[in-house]
C-alpha cells in the first residue's frame, strides 16, 4: 500500500460504455496526476492538478474527462473510448511545491481494455 | 528540452550477477535526478533519488551516483535476486515539478 489508492484494479469496458477510475490519497499531497501506461511506450502524462486545479492537460481526447472535487481525490470519466486506449492508467500525488524531495507516489493502478 | 534516456532493450541476468543500467539526461541547470521501480502488476515505487551533483542515491543495494560531468545517474546493484525482476525507470524533475521518465529497463533475473 503506497498512500494512493486507485479503484477498480481491472476494467473491461465496451467502447460505447460510460465508466470512471478513481484515485484517491490521504498524504497530505496537493497535486494529482494521471498518466497513461502502454506496451513498449514511455509513460505519458495526461493531466495534472494542483490544489484542484487543472494546470495540465497534455492534448488528451475528449473522451477523457479527469475530475478533481477535493485534494484527495481525482477521477477520470470515460466514454466511448477505442481499443487503442487499452492500457495501464496510473495516479500519483506529490507535493506541489517539492517534489524533489520525495518524489511521486504513485497509485497500483487501474487495468482497462477496451473492447 | 528536458528528456532522460535509457539503454534499450531488457535486461536478462544471472541471480548474484552484477547490474548496471544506464541513464543520461538532458537539463536546464542541475535537477533532481530518481530511479523508479515498478514490480509486476504495480504502480511505479521510488527507488533512490539524488538532488544535487556527486551525490549518490541507495537503497535495497541499489546505488546511484549524480555525475554532472557526464550527465549521467546510472544504476547499479551488486548481486541481483530474483525478487529484483521488474521494469526500471530513471527520472528528472523540471519545470514546475514535473517529471520526465525514461522509456524503462526491464529486467530479468533468472534464478
Known amino acids: 500500500e503506497t498512500g494512493v489508492t486507485q479503484t477498480p484494479r481491472h476494467l473491461v469496458m465496451g467502447m460505447t460504455n460510460k465508466k470512471s477510475l478513481k484515485c484517491e490519497q490521504h498524504l497530505g499531497h496537493n497535486a494529482m496526476y494521471w498518466y497513461k501506461q502502454s506496451a513498449k511506450k514511455p509513460l505519458e502524462l495526461m493531466f495534472v492538478y494542483n490544489f484542484k486545479e487543472q494546470t495540465e492537460n497534455n492534448s488528451v481526447p475528449s473522451r477523457f474527462s479527469p475530475e478533481c472535487p477535493n485534494s484527495s481525490h481525482l477521477f477520470l470519466h470515460l466514454h466511448t473510448l477505442q481499443p487503442e486506449d487499452s492500457a495501464l492508467y496510473l495516479c500519483?500525488?506529490?507535493?506541489?511545491?517539492?517534489?524533489?524531495?520525495?518524489?511521486?507516489?504513485f497509485g497500483s493502478g487501474t487495468r482497462l481494455t477496451v473492447v | 528540452g528536458n528528456s532522460v534516456t535509457q539503454m534499450e532493450g531488457p535486461v536478462t541476468l544471472s541471480e548474484e550477477a552484477f547490474l548496471t543500467i544506464n541513464c543520461t539526461y538532458t537539463?536546464?541547470?542541475?535537477?533532481?535526478l530518481f530511479w523508479y521501480v515498478q514490480y509486476p502488476g504495480e504502480g511505479l515505487q521510488l527507488l533512490l533519488k539524488?538532488?544535487?551533483?556527486?551525490d549518490k542515491g541507495s537503497n535495497k543495494g541499489f546505488e546511484a551516483t549524480y555525475r554532472k560531468e557526464t550527465t549521467s545517474f546510472h544504476l547499479e546493484k551488486g548481486s541481483v535476486q530474483v525478487s529484483d525482476s521488474a521494469v526500471y525507470f530513471c527520472a528528472l524533475i523540471y519545470g514546475n515539478n514535473r517529471l520526465a521518465f525514461g522509456k524503462g529497463n526491464q529486467v530479468v533475473v533468472i534464478p
Open positions: 500519483a500525488s506529490s507535493l506541489g511545491g517539492d517534489v524533489g524531495v520525495g518524489g511521486y507516489t
Open positions: 537539463a536546464t541547470g542541475y535537477p533532481s
Open positions: 539524488a538532488t544535487k551533483a556527486d
